[in-house]
């Protein structure tokens, strides 16, 4: 019974910052590969960001340096710091996590960049 929640979308300005958060139930997350992604209107859903479950970060090239992904396993909830946003950025953000061989998504929050 894994679900991931998203939170903390909405609408910014550009060269703002979003805190996006991914609270997890069923699941301890402490040492699992989890991630971010992203899809934007009228395209596929494309990765972001990951943290394995030893602790390595990775980014796409266009957010590393705005972006920072992070975990709180005391909390059970995976973060998306968010910093300098561009239009670019606008698209649903989903939560994943790697589990027994398998990916599980949430439901997406919606980040809008806009002047």
């Known amino acids: 019974q894994v679900q991931l929640v998203e939170s903390g979308g909405g609408l910014v300005q550009p060269g703002g910052s979003l805190r996006l958060s991914c609270a997890a139930s069923?699941?301890?997350?402490?040492?699992?590969?989890m991630g971010w992604y992203r899809q934007a209107p009228g395209k596929q859903r494309e990765w972001v960001a990951g943290?394995?479950?030893?602790?390595?970060?990775n980014y796409k090239q266009s957010v590393k340096g705005r972006f920072t992904i992070s975990r709180d396993n005391a909390k059970n909830t995976l973060y998306l710091q968010m910093n300098d946003l561009k239009f670019e950025d606008t698209a649903v953000y989903f939560c994943?996590?790697?589990?027994?061989?398998?990916?599980?998504w949430g439901q997406g929050t919606q980040v809008t960049v806009s002047s």
């Open positions: 943290i394995l479950s030893y602790g390595t970060r």
């Open positions: 994943n996590i790697y589990y027994n061989g398998a990916d599980y």
């Open positions: 069923g699941i301890s997350i402490s040492i699992y590969h």
